[in-house]
C-alpha cells in the first residue's frame, strides 16, 4: 500500500512558479511511475507530467514550463512549475502505480493523493 500527501500548491501571479512535492509511504516507492494529473472545475482530470526511473513525459501545454524530478532517498516527486498561466489553475494530484506503461491513462494509476489547489491570477 502507498500513500501520497501533495503540498506546495497556492495563490500565484500570472508568470510567477510554485514547487509541487508528493511524498510517498513504502519502501519500493522508488519502483513506482508517478505523475501528475490536474482538475478543474467542470473540466475532466488531465495528465501533466509523470516519470518513471530516469525517463519523463509532459503534456504539451505545460512542456518546457513544468519540470518533474523526483528524490528516492526522501520517496518525494517534484513538479516545478513556471511561467504559470491562469490556465494552468486547478487541483492537482499526485499518482502512483507500479506498472510502468500507459503513464499518460488516469484509470491506469492505484494510489492518488488528495490534491492541492493552484490558482494563478491574471
Known amino acids: 500500500q502507498v500513500q501520497l500527501v501533495e503540498s506546495g500548491g497556492g495563490l500565484v501571479q500570472a508568470g510567477g512558479s510554485l514547487r509541487l512535492s508528493c511524498v510517498a509511504s513504502g519502501r519500493t516507492f522508488n519502483k513506482y511511475a508517478v505523475a501528475w494529473f490536474r482538475q478543474a472545475p467542470g473540466k475532466e482530470r488531465e495528465f501533466v507530467s509523470a516519470?518513471?526511473?530516469?525517463?519523463?513525459d509532459y503534456a504539451d501545454s505545460v512542456k518546457g514550463r513544468f519540470t518533474i524530478s523526483r528524490d528516492n532517498a526522501k520517496n518525494t516527486v517534484y513538479l516545478q512549475m513556471n511561467s504559470l498561466k491562469p490556465e494552468d489553475t486547478a487541483l492537482y494530484y499526485c499518482?502512483?502505480?507500479?506498472?510502468?506503461?500507459?503513464?499518460?491513462?488516469?484509470?491506469?494509476?492505484?494510489?492518488w493523493g488528495q490534491g492541492t489547489q493552484v490558482t494563478v491570477s491574471s
Open positions: 499518482a502512483a502505480k507500479a506498472r510502468l506503461d500507459d503513464l499518460r491513462v488516469v484509470s491506469s494509476y492505484d494510489y
Open positions: 516519470i518513471r526511473w530516469g525517463s519523463t
